[in-house]
DNA sequence: CCCGCTTTCAAACAATTGTTTTAAACAATC
DNA sequence: GATTGTTTAAAACAATTGTTTGAAAGCGGG
């Protein structure tokens, strides 16, 4: 046999020239691939041409298509963390410290549900949301690729927001109500990327790819202010509407603490 | 050739015995194992074994494996019309009579989520969100199994909870802020299924499947009367923040109204 | 009991899949 | 400039896919 294939961890500081182009080129055409149809229904042969290599490439550089798959959500949760870290650190020590108010509370959250928005509707090779939509098959159907971008990027930033949340209703962040509150807040902005054929039809615009960038550009835009402002609304009426918020005396926590363990 | 496959349209009033039986088992299955896999990850000879039917009668009774993935999404959207139909018929009688407050909306819309979010966690076989991911897939690479869904169940809760939302905000139910507003409302809700498997690691729950179906049961119910919190917090902070709701002297609206049009 | 129809079944088919093979082309070190 | 090791290329492979085939089995009415 000619060559093994090199080991799928991560490239140490291994950055040559040749193969490491055709290695990038194949990623970023599988990410397209993956995106539009999912693991199985991919065509390794098809991942091959976009990428303008052959097909034997993606076994000698990945080991198999898996492989591949693999590499493809390594990369997104290197560029989602690398989206938000700033941010997630910045609000990890405003909390440590106890600094964050109400109205910073809110400010914060808006850039970030702005900056997460943003990032998963431009972070692809077309207009499409690819990433998105590489994340949302995963969830609903977890391979072990989930683990990479859950771990090293959808955690922290659930954690985080659940840090905003909290602080603006003056409870704990590892509250299971803070947490599902937490999940919703998110939903408002991920639905905009997992229901994209319902939203488009509502609102009539042609199919995705077909109006002008500049256009496509400030509906995403305007997509991006209305949930700020959504996230801005929620947290008011969370804390006008005085629900309850503290789990310990209530009985949801008693539904959900007792199997509450094992939080890898 | 023995006999050709009946063409795939609705059996009339036709409801015999022994092949509607085989039908009912055949489209049982696919619901199940489609949710799991995809169309093209489903394998039709896994589908045949789970009804104890044969691989030929898939083809015999539904044409071909999208004949069926097309029947299947004929029942999903019955049953959800079936389950939305008296609360949509009912708020839009009173739409048209002018006869929705403040906090009839609210209560009218804690309702809408709360069965709207039930049944997307129940009608399917095991506790896992079968009809969910289905409908799931369809929006973020969608086929023309979509149009079923969408046209006969989607659309009409969509702008149901829209005559909600602006009933209480004042607004028009057809303003693509309102819009907007209602898609993101309703995210909180989908989110529950979309990012399923995210919200079970941050609540640290066992595998789905692993958990006793009585608790199951009570967490479904706790996210459930989350939900109508949320919603109603929702409601009342938009109010109160008074961001703009109509559309018409609005940059947005300037952005998205003349692309909008074709509205089938 | 036999005949028309529908339904079931096991086997076979043609096409496509991911992967391997084999060898040629390339780049760089000596 | 020959000889490394690395990368590409085309073809071949074994396995699996959705579907078809053709006949057997069930079932109802004459």
Redesign the pocket.
Known sequence: ???P??SQAAPPPAE????????ERLIDAAMEIFSERNL?????????AAA?????????????????YHAVFERIASDLRQTMGAQIKEIEQLHAAHAITRPLAVSLLKRLMRTLYIHVRTKDSQGNGGVGRLIVREQIAPTPAFDIVYERAIRVVHETTAILVAAYLEADPKDPIIIIRTHALLGQLLVFVTARETIRRRLGLPPFGKLPPETEHRVRDTIARILEEQAEAQLVGLAACNFPTIASPDALHRVISPIQQDPT
Not at 40 to 48: F, K, L, M, Q, S
């Open positions: 046999m000619p060559t294939s090199p040559s020239n040749r193969g490491d182009r055709a290695r199985e229904g991919a065509r390794t042969r098809e991942i091959a303008e290599q052959n097909v034997a490439s993606i076994s000698y550089y990945f080991g198999s298509k898996e492989g591949l």
